[in-house]
């Protein structure tokens, strides 16, 4: 545009290394604590991590890393993941975390892929780190993240480096460079349901944009006084961006390392006062089941996030009514750093009856500044937000994928937007709601039909834990919904019972014309149910 003025501020660059260099400053003596993976509770203030993360970014630069360098990690929440997050980005390179539940040949494809020079991994990972190195001939070094007393031994490792060795003779001040905040700082590779992962490469602005806004008391509200417990791992969308966020509150960390069932949460949380935590429905359903035995909650939690998948109504309203802990659903994706939506109410749904409250925070919730939403018709024209239409949701902000890691082509629709994959309403107060992911809408008679909401009020059936629905191909329908379930202590209702239930909550044409039990759901590395599986399973016909 001709004539614009040019403001008159400075133009300091974003950069993720301020974030810890503030908190070391201004919040020096709030604790990071951790259960580490080899056992014991590990302490460490802002100050005392910051002065680490100089050590190490000194020991990665006498190894060689430069600017542009990809360096992966294999590892849990911990203290020295988060160091490894802030000296990786700090001397220009790229901090690659990688999901330790993936297989060999995964872990192969995302190494080679991302040309790793280093692998900094978990003592638990020996085996993993060792089947993967014949197959990653671009790596150079793989390093223990531990100390001399717990270094691990591979009879087909020969060269395992330690973690802290590394540090041990390093300066602890280290003049952080100052670079264009465009540049690279980490990178996560989707979870890759449909083909090969795919990598998103998060740029130093993203992440300091997307910290501020996870401290918002709209979204997760981040404060001095909290002690936050990210379930959510580091190694996925950089534990929806809780280490970057943190320092910027003073918030005290507390990283639960590898042991994530409801007992061993449940035992860290009392123990640390955790405020605040954020996990996957299925975290928080295996906490619920030691809450209830235990018959408390742990003493000074009060709120968490539930996202990743959608939550259920049985699940909100335990907490909740149960328990006292505020619930905020909450949306987003690898594509989007990831935070998209957070479900806090607006003051009038706080006047409703329970019930319609409920069905409120359903909803994954309202658009988080700096992140648009629209939804779309099969044909990109954009729908009405009356909570009633569902359609192709696209998103747009600076910290949303522009494209993937080393592909030629743009991510985006030719107006700027990334579809999402997901189907949504949106409702006239900005609550936007998944219905579903666009491969598992099921499609009959013309209408579609949500597989979340119908997985949602089976769940609410006393003698289902869990469900799943998937489309069956019909010949009148096109497509009619199939139930798979986990039955609560081993239950079975058959179809007319479930359907006598769903009838009071779901409309006549959704009811499923199937059911079937299985033991387990079949699940995926970042904890999403594989429908691609049941389909396999139920729906292939039999040679
Ligand atoms: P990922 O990139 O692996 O984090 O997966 C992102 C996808 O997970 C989204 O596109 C949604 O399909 C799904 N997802 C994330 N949060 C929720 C939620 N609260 N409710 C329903 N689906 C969700």
Same mark, same amino acid.
């Given at each position: 545009?001709?004539?614009?003025?040019?403001?008159?501020?400075?133009?300091?660059?974003?950069?993720?290394?301020?974030?810890?260099?503030?908190?070391?400053?201004?919040?020096?003596?709030?604790?990071?604590?951790?259960?580490?993976?080899?056992?014991?509770?590990?302490?460490?203030?802002? #100050?005392?991590?910051?002065?680490?993360?100089?050590? #190490?970014?000194?020991?990665? %630069?006498? @190894?060689?890393?430069?600017?542009?360098?990809?360096?992966?990690?294999?590892?849990?929440?911990?203290?020295?993941?988060?160091?490894?997050?802030?000296?990786?980005?700090?001397?220009?390179?790229?901090?690659?975390?990688?999901?330790? =539940?993936?297989?060999? /040949?995964? @872990?192969?494809?995302? @190494?080679?892929?991302?040309?790793?020079?280093?692998?900094?991994?978990?003592?638990?990972?020996?085996?993993?780190?060792?089947? %993967?190195?014949?197959?990653?001939?671009?790596?150079?070094? !793989?390093?223990?993240?531990?100390?001399?007393?717990?270094?691990?031994?591979?009879?087909?490792?020969?060269?395992?480096?330690? *973690?802290?060795?590394?540090?041990?003779?390093?300066?602890?001040?280290?003049?952080?460079?100052?670079?264009?905040?465009?540049?690279?700082?980490?990178?996560?590779?989707?979870?890759?349901?449909?083909?090969?992962?795919?990598? !998103?490469?998060?740029?130093?602005?993203?992440?300091?944009?997307?910290?501020?806004?996870?401290?918002?008391?709209?979204?997760?509200?981040?404060?001095?006084?909290?002690?936050?417990?990210? %379930?959510?791992?580091?190694?996925?969308?950089?534990?929806?961006?809780?280490?970057?966020?943190?320092?910027?509150?003073?918030?005290?960390? !507390?990283?639960?390392? =590898?042991?994530?069932?409801?007992?061993?949460?449940?035992? #860290?949380?009392?123990?640390?006062?955790?405020?605040?935590?954020?996990? %996957?429905?299925?975290?928080?359903?295996?906490?619920?089941?030691?809450?209830?035995?235990?018959? +408390?909650?742990?003493?000074?939690?009060?709120?968490?996030?539930? &996202?990743?998948?959608?939550?259920?109504?049985?699940?909100?309203?335990?907490?909740?009514?149960?328990?006292?802990?505020?619930?905020?659903?909450?949306?987003?994706?690898?594509?989007?750093?990831?935070?998209?939506?957070?479900?806090?109410?607006?003051?009038?749904?706080?006047?409703?009856? +329970?019930?319609?409250?409920?069905?409120?925070? #359903?909803?994954?919730?309202?658009?988080?500044? &700096?992140?648009?939403?629209?939804?779309?018709?099969?044909?990109?024209?954009?729908?009405?937000?009356?909570?009633?239409?569902?359609?192709?949701?696209?998103?747009? &902000?600076?910290?949303?994928?522009?494209?993937?890691?080393?592909?030629?082509?743009?991510?985006?629709?030719?107006?700027?937007?990334?579809?999402?994959?997901?189907?949504?309403?949106?409702?006239?107060?900005? *609550?936007?709601?998944?219905?579903?992911?666009?491969?598992?809408?099921?499609?009959?008679?013309? /209408?579609?039909?949500?597989?979340?909401? $119908?997985?949602?009020?089976?769940?609410?059936?006393?003698?289902?834990?869990?469900?799943?629905?998937?489309?069956?191909?019909?010949?009148?329908?096109?497509?009619?919904?199939?139930?798979?379930?986990? &039955?609560?202590?081993?239950?079975?209702?058959?179809?007319?019972?479930?359907?006598?239930?769903?009838?009071?909550?779901?409309?006549?044409?959704?009811?499923?014309?199937?059911?079937?039990?299985?033991? !387990?759901?079949?699940?995926?590395?970042?904890?999403?149910?594989?429908?691609?599986?049941?389909? /396999?399973?139920? $729906?292939?016909?039999?040679?």
């Amino acid at each position: 545009m001709m004539g614009l003025m040019p403001g008159l501020m400075m133009n300091r660059p974003l950069l993720v290394q301020s974030l810890l260099d503030f908190a070391a400053l201004r919040h020096a003596d709030t604790e990071v604590v951790t259960r580490s993976v080899e056992g014991p509770i590990h302490r460490i203030d802002y #100050l005392g991590l910051s002065r680490r993360t100089q050590q #190490l970014a000194h020991a990665l %630069v006498d @190894l060689g890393i430069k600017p542009g360098d990809r360096v992966a990690t294999l590892a849990w929440n911990t203290w020295r993941h988060v160091e490894l997050y802030y000296a990786v980005a700090g001397i220009g390179a790229v901090c690659h975390t990688i999901n330790p =539940r993936l297989s060999t /040949e995964q @872990l192969a494809f995302i @190494l080679n892929d991302a040309d790793d020079r280093l692998l900094f991994f978990d003592i638990d990972q020996l085996n993993a780190v060792a089947a %993967v190195k014949p197959l990653a001939p671009k790596l150079e070094r !793989v390093i223990a993240m531990t100390d001399r007393a717990n270094a691990p031994r591979h009879e087909r490792l020969s060269a395992i480096e330690i *973690y802290d060795d590394l540090l041990a003779p390093q300066s602890s001040h280290y003049d952080w460079p100052e670079f264009d905040e465009n540049t690279a700082a980490s990178l996560c590779y989707t979870s890759g349901t449909t083909g090969n992962p795919k990598g !998103v490469l998060y740029s130093h602005r993203a992440l300091v944009l997307h910290a501020y806004a996870c401290c918002l008391t709209s979204t997760m509200g981040l404060a001095t006084e909290d002690r936050m417990l990210p %379930v959510v791992p580091m190694f996925h969308v950089n534990a929806w961006g809780v280490p970057y966020a943190a320092p910027i509150a003073g918030t005290s960390l !507390v990283m639960p390392g =590898r042991k994530l069932d409801g007992d061993s949460l449940f035992e #860290l949380m009392d123990a640390e006062g955790v405020t605040c935590s954020q996990g %996957v429905p299925t975290v928080w359903m295996s906490l619920l089941d030691t809450m209830r035995r235990q018959g +408390r909650k742990p003493k000074a939690l009060s709120r968490i996030v539930i &996202g990743g998948a959608a939550a259920s109504e049985m699940l909100i309203s335990a907490y909740e009514d149960e328990f006292g802990i505020d619930v905020s659903h909450a949306w987003g994706m690898t594509e989007m750093t990831p935070l998209g939506v957070v479900n806090t109410l607006k003051p009038k749904f706080k006047a409703l009856p +329970r019930d319609r409250q409920l069905t409120q925070k #359903l909803k994954q919730g309202r658009a988080v500044y &700096g992140v648009d939403l629209r939804i779309v018709d099969g044909h990109g024209a954009p729908l009405p937000n009356d909570g009633k239409s569902p359609g192709h949701l696209q998103v747009r &902000g600076p910290w949303i994928v522009k494209s993937y890691f080393k592909a030629e082509r743009t991510a985006l629709t030719p107006d700027g937007w990334f579809d999402t994959g997901d189907i949504a309403t949106i409702d006239p107060d900005g *609550y936007m709601h998944i219905t579903d992911r666009a491969k598992d809408v099921i499609k009959s008679g013309g /209408e579609w039909i949500s597989s979340v909401d $119908l997985e949602n009020a089976a769940m609410g059936h006393p003698e289902i834990a869990h469900a799943a629905v998937i489309g069956m191909p019909d010949a009148k329908w096109q497509e009619r919904p199939m139930l798979v379930c986990v &039955g609560r202590n081993g239950a079975r209702p058959d179809l007319a019972a479930i359907n006598a239930f769903l009838a009071t909550k779901v409309p006549k044409w959704w009811l499923p014309d199937r059911v079937e039990f299985v033991d !387990v759901l079949p699940v995926g590395p970042t904890g999403k149910i594989q429908k691609t599986k049941l389909r /396999e399973r139920f $729906l292939t016909p039999k040679s």
